[in-house]
């Protein structure tokens, strides 16, 4: 229950972000409308307003963008913390069917499809635990067996917003059981890391 209620706390904070940033695109239009930015001065070289510049509109739209960016930059923070309270929760609600899943697992004999070659710092795949050269055994359904293409893995991803994905990664002579959730963060995409597929002669 309190892990439903972290996750519904980060969707409200995340609809609340979107909201800000539709804002701030409007705003923007304002300004883009008077032909100005957020810097250039609103009155002529002797002093007085430009006639071309609504100057009221103006100053009040760009007060309006600071007071906003400033509520972007604390809800962003909020996000991130919300995130990792959920990553926390999730992880040890994991555990135990991760112990299940790990025995039925170990029947197949999985081999490495892919190998990871970026891990953004504070990203969902870096709080899983995910770093550079892990070979993914298997990643949720997808495995060796099935696997055709990166694609495949995308398709995943997009369809398991704030879902628990297991992965099997080869880190050395070790093979780990990781939880993923894959969810929109400060950077690109879901993940925030890049995976390439591996060729047969580097199994």
Known sequence: MELQEAKDYVLQLIKDKDKIEADLKALKEILDANHVGMGEPLVDSEGYPKQDIDVYQVRHTRHKIICLQNDLKALMNKIEEGLHKVH???GNEAESS????TNHIQDIQLEPFVRVNLVSPGSPAEIAG????????EFGSINC???????????????????????RIKRGSNTLALTLIPHP????????????SLETVER
Do not use: H, P
Not at 98 to 101: N, Q, R, T, V
């Open 130 to 137: 995910i770093q550079v050269d892990d070979l993914i055994l």
């Open 88 to 90: 926390g929760l999730a």
């Open 185 to 196: 963060w400060v950077g690109k995409g879901l993940l925030g890391c890049n995976v390439i």
């Open 98 to 101: 991760d112990a299940a899943a």
């Open 145 to 167: 067996q099935n696997f055709k293409s990166l694609k495949d893995i995308g398709t995943l991803v997009e369809n398991s917003r704030y879902k628990k994905v297991g992965i």
